[in-house]
Every structure is written in structure tokens, then in C-alpha cells.
């Protein structure tokens, strides 16, 4: 079946370390995208890439980095320099012909 | 600039109707979604509207004024299962048509 797969779903981290999450997907969109869930809040845009090779920053980038090296991969990083990291991580890609947005199961972080 | 409201929170009772309001101010406007988001779980998607009018999908029915910039996500026959948060997006006029998410309205169903 065609999806997006994010892993992992839990992960845990030290403070001052880097961790990557990975997002696949087997749609065949060109546009991908990484939203943080905080409570209360609503999903807030980190990065996008709307072809492969090529990314934007959202509106919360900073201590993040992604690359696109792939149009199935999306991967992001969530560095040290990112002060409050714990949160809920969702993927998605974007089906460009209705603008409908499939995501990922998420990956929860939480910073030790 | 985006600005999109809609209540933190609402609780029906089974087997009655609930209307989940969603206002939106923004720049650009090029469509409306609804997604259901049952916790620790992925957005799933319901509904989309681009013209005014209502979009009627089994016991779910969504409804869009871009005049008013109102729209409303309708649910009958509540089910225990439709507790979730349920969360209205519009999809701007940018050159990345990205969507902008309200912070949802958790439904609760009681018995």
C-alpha cells in the first residue's frame, strides 16, 4: 500500500546531542513537509521541499536542518541548537492535483 | 498573515449532531480542509471545500462562506469513535499553496 512512513515513533535524547527522523514515502510527491505538534497549539510548519534537491524554511526552522537528496526521503534533523525539542514530528507529502496532505504516524521526542 | 480560530474544546452526546466552527483571516485563500486526528495518531483527512456551499460525505458534512470566512465541519449520528480533535486548515495563495492549521477542537463523546 502507498504511505508515509516516519520513524522512529519514541525516541529519547540527551540534551546537547543531535537526532534524525526519517520519513519515507512511496506516493510519488513531489512536495514534502515537517510539522511540529506542541498541545494546545496547532501544527506549525519547520521545513518544506517541494522537489527533490530543493527545501524552505517554515515558520519555527530554527534548529533544524533537513536535506532532500531523494523525492522519496525526507529526513529531519533536530539539532542542539533547538531549545525546546520535545514534541510530536509530523510528515507529509502533498498530492499536488487537490493540495490534500498525507502524513506519517509521527515520532515523538523527548528530550532527557 | 494567517490567523485561524476555532473552539479548544467541545463534548456531544452519542447519537446526536455536532457543528465544529472554524473562522480564518488570510492573505491568500485557496481552499478549505478538515482532518480528524485521534491522539498520538496522524491527521487523517475529511473534507475539502473551495467553492461556498455544503460538501455532504456520509454522517460528515463540511461547509465553507469565503465571504464570511466561516466555514463548519457537521457530524451526525455521533459515534464513541469520533472522539478526536478535529482540525480546520486553509491552503494559501503562495507559491508553495502550504496549509495553515488551527489548533484544533477536541471532541469528546459521552454516552
Same mark, same amino acid.
Given at each position: 500500500?502507498?504511505?508515509?512512513?516516519?520513524?522512529?515513533?519514541?525516541?529519547?535524547?540527551?540534551?546537547?546531542?543531535?537526532?534524525?527522523?526519517?520519513?519515507?514515502?512511496?506516493?510519488?510527491?513531489?512536495?514534502?513537509?515537517?510539522?511540529?505538534?506542541?498541545?494546545?497549539?496547532?501544527?506549525?510548519?519547520?521545513?518544506?521541499?517541494?522537489?527533490?534537491?530543493?527545501?524552505?524554511?517554515?515558520?519555527?526552522?530554527?534548529?533544524?536542518?533537513?536535506?532532500?537528496?531523494?523525492?522519496?526521503?525526507?529526513?529531519?534533523?533536530?539539532?542542539?541548537?533547538?531549545?525546546?525539542?520535545?514534541?510530536?514530528?509530523?510528515?507529509?507529502?502533498?498530492?499536488?492535483?487537490?493540495?490534500?496532505?498525507?502524513?506519517?504516524?509521527?515520532?515523538?521526542?523527548?528530550?532527557? | 498573515?494567517?490567523?485561524? #480560530?476555532?473552539?479548544?474544546?467541545?463534548?456531544?452526546?452519542?447519537?446526536?449532531?455536532?457543528?465544529?466552527?472554524?473562522?480564518?483571516?488570510?492573505?491568500?485563500?485557496?481552499?478549505? @480542509?478538515?482532518?480528524?486526528?485521534?491522539?498520538?495518531?496522524?491527521?487523517? @483527512? +475529511?473534507?475539502?471545500?473551495?467553492?461556498? =456551499?455544503?460538501?455532504?460525505? =456520509?454522517?460528515?458534512?463540511? @461547509? +465553507? &462562506?469565503? &465571504?464570511?470566512?466561516?466555514?463548519?465541519?457537521?457530524?451526525?449520528?455521533?459515534?464513541?469513535? #469520533?472522539?478526536? &480533535?478535529?482540525?480546520?486548515?486553509?491552503?494559501?495563495?503562495?507559491?508553495?499553496?502550504?496549509?495553515? @492549521?488551527?489548533? =484544533?477542537?477536541?471532541?469528546?463523546?459521552?454516552?
Amino acid at each position: 500500500d502507498g504511505g508515509i512512513t516516519q520513524s522512529p515513533k519514541y525516541l529519547f535524547r540527551k540534551e546537547g546531542q543531535n537526532v534524525t527522523l526519517s520519513c519515507e514515502q512511496n506516493l510519488n510527491h513531489d512536495a514534502m513537509y515537517w510539522y511540529r505538534q506542541d498541545p494546545g497549539q496547532g501544527l506549525r510548519l519547520i521545513y518544506y521541499s517541494q522537489i527533490v534537491n530543493d527545501f524552505q524554511k517554515g515558520d519555527i526552522a530554527e534548529g533544524y536542518s533537513v536535506s532532500r537528496e531523494k523525492k522519496e526521503s525526507f529526513p529531519l534533523t533536530v539539532t542542539s541548537a533547538q531549545k525546546n525539542p520535545t514534541a510530536f514530528y509530523l510528515c507529509a507529502s502533498r498530492n499536488m492535483n487537490t493540495g490534500e496532505l498525507f502524513f506519517g504516524e509521527g515520532s515523538r521526542l523527548t528530550v532527557l | 498573515g494567517q490567523n485561524i #480560530d476555532q473552539p479548544t474544546e467541545m463534548t456531544a452526546t452519542e447519537g446526536a449532531i455536532v457543528q465544529i466552527n472554524c473562522t480564518y483571516q488570510t492573505s491568500g485563500f485557496n481552499g478549505l @480542509f478538515w482532518y480528524q486526528q485521534h491522539a498520538g495518531e496522524a491527521p487523517t @483527512f +475529511l473534507s475539502y471545500n473551495v467553492l461556498d =456551499g455544503l460538501e455532504e460525505k =456520509g454522517r460528515f458534512s463540511s @461547509f +465553507l &462562506s469565503r &465571504s464570511k470566512g466561516y466555514s463548519y465541519l457537521l457530524l451526525k449520528e455521533l459515534q464513541m469513535k #469520533d472522539s478526536a &480533535s478535529y482540525l480546520c486548515a486553509v491552503r494559501g495563495l503562495t507559491g508553495a499553496n502550504n496549509l495553515f @492549521f488551527g489548533t =484544533g477542537t477536541r471532541l469528546t463523546v459521552i454516552p
